[in-house]
């Protein structure tokens, strides 16, 4: 996993637009983000579905040969928006980009590759694309039905409850935290496994 501001340069997704401005670990638990990294380890993966109350999960091969229509998809996956449901993405095999806002509305992107396992946030505005190889092999875990529900950014998912609770819970009201959100703490993961 790598962290860093997009350089918002004109150019394919599927390039690094690396700023050479990093972001730390803890400025993306500060956004929310939780990273792990758990090579050829789906036992870690359990664990932590279990704890967060995963019900479901589904793997994804996002690549031409896979996906039918694969570059309308890409811009799919690209067009920026939210989840009412936390979620995460573990990454089996190849690598990918995922773009989320900080406190300034900036994008920073998110390396993953193999190995790495991303929780993210209901109601943060993100997007995503595969990187130049054009190919992610991904495990997506959904806390209910496996379905994948984007509500694209515009004025009606400002004023969402969960984009309103995510806001709430990124800018420190702690206790403003839906119970569903603080449900599956991360206490009891070991700090050598836990990057974020
Ligand atoms: C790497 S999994 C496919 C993309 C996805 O699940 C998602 O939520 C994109 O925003
Ligand atoms: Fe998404």
Redesign the pocket.
């Known amino acids: 996993m790598k962290a860093y501001y997009y350089d918002n340069a004109p150019g394919d997704q599927r390039q690094p637009h690396d700023s050479g401005r990093p972001l730390s670990p803890a400025a993306l638990s500060d956004l929310g983000i939780h990273h792990y990294h758990f090579p050829d380890d789906l036992a870690s993966v359990d664990r932590i579905a279990h704890e967060r109350h995963y019900k479901n999960r589904d793997q994804?091969e996002?690549s031409p040969s896979t996906l039918p229509d694969y570059e309308t998809k890409v811009k799919t996956?690209f067009d920026e928006?939210l989840?009412e449901d936390e979620?995460i993405?573990y990454?089996m095999a190849g690598g990918?980009y995922?773009d989320v806002r900080n406190e300034g509305d900036e994008w920073v992107r998110i390396r993953l590759e193999k190995g790495d396992l991303m929780i993210?946030p209901a109601g943060i505005y993100?997007?995503?694309t595969t990187d130049e190889q054009n190919y992610?092999k991904?495990m997506?875990l959904f806390k209910e039905d496996p379905k994948?529900t984007?509500l694209k950014r515009g004025t009606e998912t400002d004023s969402n409850e969960f984009r309103r609770d995510y806001l709430k819970m990124r800018d420190g009201e702690a206790d403003s935290m839906p119970e569903k959100q603080r449900d599956g703490a991360l206490g009891s993961i070991p700090d050598a496994q836990r990057m974020t």
């Open positions: 994804i996002i996956f928006h989840h979620e993405r990454v990918g995922f993210m993100h997007r995503f992610t991904a997506r994948w984007p």
